[in-house]
């Protein structure tokens, strides 16, 4: 039993390269998250899955796209990265029984990605 | 915009000593609240969940809330060098979504 799993765990991109960051569960999680992490700012939700078919939005969507490949997989594009999207990116799950206030998130190692 | 607020630090406590880690909230409607300890270079690690007013204790670790105050906060009793961390505080503001304190950092010398 893996937990959240992410891949790769550091990559450099040059400005306007695109890249895919993947991310995969094996708790039978329903909700799955994106979020970066910069120093001082903290954890920023990009998007989240709360189900298999669904995306949303979060705090910092610009400049991403997710696609929810299965229950399992959530993966996070950059489409032409920007030294700004220099950050360590965290994918979390969580069972997300309906609305229930006790669903936790589990966070992945992280993958640390710089833009130059 | 619904915040989570923490007192950056670092927070120095000896070796021992009851570390008090605080957290306030914006949002009057949250029910669920949440510690996560980050070692550097390591992902968020889930501590405790506190959903009602009061105490909860777990081992070493008691979370605090006061709903009236919008007040959490995390003691940890005989703290050792291995707490040092940033923890970090989360309030539940969506139907699954957590909204992020930037976290206090502990520094727990010998």
């Known amino acids: 039993n893996a937990g959240v799993t992410q891949t790769p765990k550091f990559q450099v991109l040059k400005t306007g390269q695109s890249m895919t960051l993947q991310c995969a569960q094996d708790m039978n999680h329903n909700s799955m998250y994106w979020y970066r992490q910069d120093p001082g700012m903290g954890l920023r939700l990009i998007y989240y899955s709360a189900s298999e078919g669904t995306t949303d939005k979060g705090e910092v969507p610009n400049g991403y796209n997710v696609s929810r490949l299965n229950k399992r997989e959530f993966s996070l594009r950059l489409e032409s990265a920007a030294p700004s999207q220099t950050s360590v990116y965290f994918c979390?799950?969580?069972?997300?029984?309906?609305?229930?206030?006790?669903?936790?998130?589990?966070f992945g190692p992280g993958t640390r990605l710089t833009v130059l | 915009q619904k915040e989570v607020e923490q007192n950056s630090g670092p927070l120095s406590v000896p070796e021992g000593a009851i570390a008090s880690l605080n957290c306030t909230y914006s949002?009057?409607?949250?029910?669920?609240f949440f510690w996560y300890r980050q070692y550097s270079g390591k992902s968020p690690e889930l501590i405790m969940s506190i959903y009602s007013n009061g105490d909860k204790e777990d081992g070493r670790f008691t979370a605090q809330l006061n709903k009236a105050s919008q007040y959490v906060s995390l003691l940890i009793r005989d703290s050792q060098p291995s707490d040092s961390a940033t923890y970090l505080c989360a309030v539940r503001t969506g139907y699954s979504t957590l909204t992020f304190g930037k976290g206090t950092m502990l520094l727990v010398s010998p």
């Open positions: 949002d009057r409607v949250s029910q669920s």
């Open positions: 979390a799950s969580s069972e997300a029984a309906g609305t229930s206030k006790t669903d936790t998130q589990y």
